[in-house]
């Protein structure tokens, strides 16, 4: 069962072996190039490694980055689409008065305690945690990114 302690995300691939060579590769390449400045050898070779490393440290932050711009716009979407299903109305006016970790932090609430939990995010300016402890119903979500 999902819950607040729980439901965060880590892919151990990205976060304990990808990012951290490519981190070693870059901090290997700039030590590399200042060796070859210092010692007046040739640094041609140093600065095309350090373009490599450069690009394997930003690649995979860039892919992250991307996956959870997207995600962010379908829990928007989905959180429109439950609000339009439950009360037969726009989501639009809620959703100017939401930032966007609240209106993430909601989804979580099942389908019960939504609108109120919704409706006191907005009076009392919430914050995402605060939202998420709150909820007692929690809406599993194994999916995320």
Do not use: C
């Not at 981190?23 to 070779?45: K, Q």
């Not at 440290?57 to 711009?69: D, M, N, Q, T």
């Amino acid at each position: 069962m999902q819950n607040y302690k729980n439901h965060t995300r880590n892919f151990p691939v990205h976060n304990y072996v990808l990012i951290p060579l490519a981190l070693i590769f870059f901090i290997w390449t700039v030590s590399d190039l200042v060796h070859a400045f210092m010692g007046g050898t040739d640094y041609l070779s140093p600065i095309y490694h350090l373009i490599a490393a450069t690009l394997l440290v930003l690649l995979p932050l860039v892919a992250r980055y991307y996956g959870l711009k997207n995600q962010d716009r379908i829990i928007r979407l989905e959180m429109r689409f439950r609000y339009l299903e439950l009360t037969g109305k726009s989501f639009k006016e809620k959703e100017s008065k939401l930032r966007l970790s609240q209106i993430i932090a909601l989804r979580f609430a099942d389908d019960v305690e939504l609108l109120p939990l919704m409706e006191k995010t907005i009076k009392e300016d919430m914050k995402a945690k605060d939202i998420k402890l709150a909820i007692t119903n929690w809406q599993e979500d194994d999916r995320r990114v």
